[in-house]
């Protein structure tokens, strides 16, 4: 599908990080992007520098989403794109023995509830809700394509490391939902793919000491660094614009397989 001036396009997570790349990659093609996020202060002034607008969204709201959304159309028009990039993370073990006091303690199952409210239930109830709007569109090609819709997951999803269950679960789940949505919406023109990043150098990451990110840089097998954000942007963009790419999961990590730590 083409990205024109002034298609459509919502970007969850569209703040900072691979989010913002990609909202940016996408104005950059003359679409009006609408952002989705939390963070008001850094949203907004995504939004202006890119012509785009701002919506301060909590994608574990039913009512946020639903008032993003009306927000953003009302602005746009109905969004023929939706990325996906809204997330959050923990690293807590399942369960642990204190190495000190010998006492034992699990997972905090709220913490654990917490992860997939966001990463997988957010994401699917913006993919449900999106995908209803562009139901309402008429197609745009010969072979009917009236939208494209691309999901973050990550590596994690694959092999996930010690005190990422909930995370990788979450993550696991938005891959796993990929190809049956692409099943789901295959008789109205709209396709679903998913990226699953390996290490990116994001706003997060820049909050690691030095020699924490030139380890994990020099574990990646080629090329020896973190990955950017506007490589993300870049295969959102081909996902979104090849119009035979879709019902896909594809790792975008330098050949980096996560060890147990």
């Known amino acids: 599908m083409e990205v024109s001036s002034n298609t459509p396009a919502v970007v969850t997570g569209g703040a900072s990080g691979l989010g913002e790349a990609t909202a940016r990659a996408i104005a950059a093609k003359g679409a009006k992007v609408a952002i989705f996020d939390m963070n008001e202060e850094k949203g907004e002034a995504v939004a202006k520098d890119i012509g785009g607008i701002f ?140 990226i699953l990043p390996g290490i990116f150098n994001t706003p997060l990451m820049n909050a690691a000491p030095p020699q924490v990110k030139d380890a994990l840089a020099a574990s990646v097998p080629f090329p020896k660094r973190l990955g950017n954000p506007e490589e993300y942007a870049r295969l959102a963009m081909t996902m979104i614009e090849c119009g035979y790419f879709n019902g896909e999961d594809v790792r975008l990590d330098g050949a980096i397989r996560m060890a147990p730590r």
Do not use: W
């Not at 399942?94 to 905090?108: L, V």
């Not at 010969?142 to 973050?152: H, L, Q």
């Open 55 to 194: 919506c301060k969204v909590n994608v574990m709201s039913d009512e946020d989403v639903d008032a993003g959304f009306a927000k953003a159309r009302e602005a746009h028009g109905q969004e023929r794109i939706l990325v996906n990039c809204a997330g959050i993370g923990n690293a807590i073990k399942t369960a642990k023995r204190d190495k000190q006091t010998g006492e034992i303690s699990h997972f905090p199952m709220q913490a654990f509830e917490f992860v997939i409210q966001v990463n997988l239930i957010g994401t699917f109830r913006c993919i449900a809700k999106s995908a209803a709007g562009m139901m309402t569109l008429d197609p745009i090609n010969e072979d009917g394509a009236r939208g494209a819709i691309v999901n973050t997951a990550s590596v994690a999803g694959e092999d996930g490391q010690i005190g990422q269950a909930a995370y990788s679960a979450s993550k696991g789940g938005v891959i796993g939902m990929t190809l049956p949505i692409a099943r789901d919406l295959m008789q109205e023109g709209i396709r679903v793919n998913t």
